[in-house]
């Protein structure tokens, strides 16, 4: 199987002057055993901060390749950061440690990758005016896919493809509340058409995110 959702991003990606997005490569453990995931659930193995198009032309190749020999999917920030608000929070972050420092805490190459790669994920390093949610649907359901995209309208950007379902991405205009109805309406309006196995499977298997990583690219 492999997902290519770069020609679907295309529809998001919009690369401004002092801004970038991150892109990942993320070994999950559900792909199978792989001795470079460390943790229980996934590990970040690499990153690349892409700023324009021509650097992703370049790189995409080179992330593609590394995610074939690894194992990883790709991954990428759907809210694009900027550049300046990266650089004063980190700086904060590194003065807040060099505190700790003071009274004893050793600084080492692994924190200060960890505040870097921590930073360039936040919140509150996003850009204005692009910022995104992603209803994460984790079951292969066209008809829930559907739903959700005609339910959302023209605050719809794009649909990624997933190994186990869907990353539907749309405008933050989209209110949380209107996620909890989306939802709570299909259900109170086929309840009595649907099976209870079903309804559960619906509540455990979607979800609202923001600030989320959507998925670029992924071969096994």
């Known amino acids: 199987m492999i997902i290519d959702n770069l020609t679907t991003l295309l529809k998001l990606i919009d690369f401004e002057e002092g801004d970038y997005y991150k892109f990942e490569a993320i070994i ?5 055993l792989n001795p470079l995931c460390t943790n229980p659930n996934s590990t970040s193995i690499k990153y690349w901060l892409i700023s324009n198009w021509n650097e992703l032309d370049k790189l995409y190749p080179v992330m593609q390749e590394f995610c ?26 590194l003065f807040d440690t060099l505190t700790e420092m003071m009274y004893g805490s050793k600084f ?7 505040i870097i790669a921590s930073e360039t994920s936040k919140k509150d390093n996003s850009a204005k005016n692009c910022r995104t949610w992603m209803i994460d649907i984790d079951i292969d359901d066209e008809y829930i896919k559907r739903l959700t995209e005609e339910y959302l ?7 990624l493809k997933t190994p186990n379902g869907y990353h539907v991405i749309s405008d933050k205009k989209f209110g949380a509340d209107r996620f909890i109805d989306l939802y709570t ?36």
């Open 28 to 32: 999950r453990s559900k792909d199978g």
């Open 185 to 220: 309406t299909f259900l109170s309006n086929h309840k009595d058409n649907l099976s209870e196995d079903y309804i559960n499977t619906i509540i455990q298997n979607v979800s609202l995110k923001e600030n989320a990583l959507g998925l670029v690219y992924y071969k096994n």
């Open 153 to 159: 309208e023209d605050l719809h950007i794009c649909t």
């Open 68 to 93: 074939n020999i690894t194992g990883a999917r790709l991954y990428m920030t759907l809210d694009r950061k900027n550049i300046t608000k990266t650089f004063i929070n980190t700086s904060k972050n």
């Open 108 to 114: 080492s190459i692994h924190k200060l990758n960890k």
